[in-house]
């Protein structure tokens, strides 16, 4: 089955304590992003890669470092977590970036919690 | 920058059609797309328009003005299952596949 699959799906931790939630798709996608949500504010990009050592800055990656190493795995790294990293964060891939029709499969969800 | 604006809530009966607005003033434009979000999960993809004019698929539609930076999802013939929020996504032109979201719409189908 094409997916695009998130570890965890739940994760409480606390500040300051290092952790990474990981991303992987099936479907032999190019391009991979991940997202946080927050009521009212919908959702904002952290982190894109176009291609396999491509990474580059979304709207809100301050606190976040992420990889790409290979093509299915995208991890998403917070090096020293604090509260206002509390959020629901989405894993997405992408077949391409032209100007296709390239519409984004999204992850299950990491609902993360730093208290 | 990037502002995209939508209602935030909706209600509408069962059987009936809905249509949730989306505006948008974006540095760049290179298509927009629509995605529905049940609670508590993940956004899928419902439509993509790119060129003026109405996209037709089943039960939903969308249609795109650019020079008005105005779209619209109808919805047709409401089933309890649509009620969910509607995200309104543009697509920048800086030739990567980057979305800037609506904060959505959250529609209720009451029976």
């Known amino acids: 089955e094409a997916q695009v699959t998130q570890n965890p799906r739940y994760l409480i931790t606390v500040t300051g304590k290092k952790l990474t939630v990981t991303c992987s798709q099936n479907?032999?996608?190019?391009?991979m992003s991940w997202y946080r949500q927050d009521p009212g504010l919908g959702l904002r990009q952290i982190y894109y890669s176009m291609n396999v050592e491509v990474t580059d800055k979304g709207d809100v990656p301050e606190g976040y470092k992420v990889s790409r190493k290979e093509k299915r795995n995208f991890p998403l790294i917070l090096e020293s977590p604090s509260p206002n990293q509390t959020s629901l964060y989405f894993c997405?891939?992408?077949?391409?970036?032209?100007?296709?029709?390239?519409?984004?499969?999204f992850g299950p969800g990491t609902r993360l919690t730093v208290t | 920058g990037q502002n995209i604006d939508q209602p935030t809530e909706m209600t509408a009966t069962e059987g009936a059609i809905v249509q949730i607005n989306c505006t948008y003033q974006?540095?760049?434009?290179?298509?927009l797309f629509w995605y529905q979000q049940h609670a508590g999960e993940a956004p899928t993809f419902l439509s993509y328009n790119v060129l003026d004019g109405l996209e037709e698929k089943g039960r939903f539609s969308s249609f795109l003005s650019r020079s008005k930076g105005y779209s619209y999802l109808l919805l047709k013939e409401l089933q309890m299952k649509d009620s969910a929020s509607y995200l309104c996504a543009v697509r920048d032109e800086t030739g990567a596949n980057n979305l800037f979201f609506g904060t959505g719409t959250r529609l209720t189908v009451i029976p």
């Open positions: 997405a891939s992408s077949l391409g970036w032209t100007s296709s029709s390239y519409e984004q499969y």
């Open positions: 974006t540095s760049g434009f290179n298509g």
């Open positions: 479907m032999n996608h190019e391009y």
